[in-house]
């Protein structure tokens, strides 16, 4: 089997990497990133080192995009992992409005709502020869927001953290221990890569309070299935 993913960024594809090998088994060589790349020139529309929301929604309505993408597959067992934040979800060109953050009394319901909206716009714009090969990684708000239960109690859903990148950084900042482990001194930032091995070792714990991985990790997991038995 073989996996291609589509993430707005790096930090985005190390997490849903890491939850793919975890989910499916397959091996780290035929899990590719194609957006965004970190070996090809930046200024190559299709492929470059960069990404973002309007990237992901904009490639999925580019046949050419896709007739890349079928390319880089060699296995007639694959599906596609396609993420998106909801942090900008009421931007021109996302135009996903509902639901509403205010007055929300269960964040999962919320969660649950949001995500079938965004799900589907994405699927309205991808070709419809794709759509069975294809596990939706859309983040409440960030892709933070997977990792959070495994560094605060989380009592709801984490969908009920506006600012989840914030909250995490907070978290691991307080912490020199933390601090050693998961910050990347290079880059300045947090170190997905080792909060992605993390989160798919404790996956069951973060599932249980983040209904969008749960969503997401359900897709994986029967679309495997599917090609499994074909």
Not at 87 to 97: I, L, S
Not at 145 to 159: G, H, M, R, S, Y
Not at 185 to 205: R, S
Request: with cysteine; charged share 30%; proline share 3%.
């Amino acid at each position: 089997m073989e996996v291609r993913i589509i993430a707005e960024g790096p930090a985005d594809k190390d997490v849903i990497k890491a939850l793919v090998r975890k989910l499916t088994g397959v091996e780290s060589e035929n899990i590719i990133t194609i957006l965004p790349s970190d070996t090809l020139d930046e200024t190559d529309r299709f492929s470059g080192n960069f990404s973002s929301w309007q990237l992901v929604l904009e490639n999925m309505a580019d046949n050419s995009f896709w007739e890349n993408a079928m390319a880089t597959i060699t296995e007639t067992d694959y599906f596609f992992a396609i993420h998106i934040d909801t942090a900008e979800r009421g931007e021109p060109g996302y135009d996903v409005n509902q639901p509403l953050r205010t007055g929300v009394a269960d964040w999962k319901q919320y969660a649950a709502e949001l995500r079938k909206e965004v799900a589907q716009k994405m699927k309205a714009l991808i070709p419809a020869q794709y759509h069975d090969h294809i596990a939706y990684a859309i983040a409440i708000e960030e892709t933070d927001a997977w990792i959070l239960p495994l560094f605060e109690n989380v009592k709801q859903d984490t969908a009920s953290h506006a600012q989840p990148k914030e909250r995490l950084r907070a978290l691991i900042g307080v912490d020199k221990k933390l601090q050693k482990q998961f910050v990347n001194t290079g880059k300045k930032d947090l170190d997905y890569a080792k909060l992605g091995k993390l989160v798919a070792h404790d996956l069951k714990i973060c599932r249980k309070k983040c209904y969008s991985l749960d969503a997401f990790c359900n897709e994986v997991e029967s679309v495997n299935l599917q090609l499994a038995s074909n």
